[in-house]
């Protein structure tokens, strides 16, 4: 077995926190009186906070000043850490535990590669804090998907070469950052690009294509 390590992202692939993120980016672009639809929301998977708020500026019809920018994400995050507390063990998306369970049991490392800051806040509301054998997350990255570094820290702290890991992705910023760090990449939802397809890790082993 080539892959000894699977590295997952943590939104859209463990966890549902689509609508957390649209509900509390909505809140501010109503009102800022900017456009904000679920279309836009969708082109924020996987990009970190302030590139997400860059895009979600797209619609805006006055310019913010770096310091109001910080103020807007901010404030996002702050009506976002709101609905994430709401969150349980019900979050977790169809599959997961399963495959979690298969491949400790035989003998893959399991680690978190996510942009999100609020990744130890969203593990254990979810009841997932140690779950993982290494977590990397927007916290300890200079810089975001597509850029690979989420990745390469993740498989640094697990000690297993790059070859050696499968990246499991729901957005195009993260295969592209899994392939530039040397990774195999699984898509699942509406993610291009991947060395494999699902529509959900509730219809496949990952065991089974290691
Ligand atoms: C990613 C999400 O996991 O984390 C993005 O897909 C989000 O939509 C990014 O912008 C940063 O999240 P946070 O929690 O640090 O604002
Ligand atoms: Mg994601």
């Known amino acids: 077995m080539k892959i000894k390590a699977v590295i997952f992202d943590l939104d859209g692939v463990i966890v549902t ?33 302030m590139a997400s708020l860059e895009i979600v500026l797209e619609k805006a019809k006055k310019s913010y000043s770096d310091k109001e920018k910080i103020q807007l994400a901010e404030r996002k995050n702050a009506y976002y850490v709101e609905l994430i507390g709401k969150l349980t063990k019900d979050a977790i998306l169809p599959g997961v535990e399963r495959n979690l369970k ?8 399991v680690a978190i590669g996510s942009s999100s800051k609020n990744t130890p806040i969203i593990l254990k509301q979810i009841g997932l804090a140690d779950s993982f054998d290494a977590i990397s997350d927007g916290n300890n990255i200079t810089k975001s998907k597509p850029e690979p570094e989420v990745f390469i820290k993740a498989a640094d702290m697990l000690e297993i070469p790059y070859e050696e890991c499968l990246v499991v992705e729901d957005a195009d910023a993260g295969i592209i950052a899994g392939k530039a760090a040397g ?28």
């Open 17 to 49: 926190t689509d609508d957390c993120h649209y509900q509390a980016w909505k809140r501010v672009a109503d009102e800022e009186g900017i456009t904000f639809t679920r279309e836009v929301n969708e082109r924020l998977r996987g990009v970190s906070r």
């Open 102 to 109: 298969q491949l400790k049991e035989n003998g893959i490392k």
């Open 183 to 210: 990774m195999t990449t699984l898509a699942v939802n509406k993610a291009k690009g991947g060395n494999y397809h699902y529509a959900s890790l509730d219809d496949i082993d990952i065991l089974s294509i290691l």
